[in-house]
């Protein structure tokens, strides 16, 4: 019910991308994105739909055919299966919640 950003723990997904891993409900999960500056995440897409929040920095982001610049305090919505990519600016924190939960992370074990 509860966590902890100070007891997370970190997971280096290089190329200047660290993740920590909330957890997740029966529906939902979540993470936080620690990104340095021009840090990217290629070009993907999966089932989920996804909600991000931008805690600090910002993302030059692509989702579909649309293009945008985000900065602190901006949110993003990515329907499921629609290809998406995110370029840091900036040294960039931000939350991501993906539903249904989205269970193919590196670091989760179920």
Known sequence: MYCFF???????????VIRKYFGEGQKMNAQH??????SVVKMHKHSQEQF??????????????????????DAYFIPADVLHEFVAVG?????DVFSPVKM???????
């Open 6 to 16: 100070k007891k997370l723990e970190k997971m280096d997904m290089g190329g200047g």
């Open 33 to 38: 994105w620690d990104m340095a500056d021009k």
């Open 91 to 95: 040294q960039t924190e931000a939350i």
């Open 52 to 73: 991000g929040y931008i805690i600090k920095g910002g993302f030059h982001m692509i989702i579909g055919d649309e293009t945008a610049e985000l900065r602190t305090g």
């Open 104 to 110: 193919d992370f590196p670091w989760m074990d179920k």
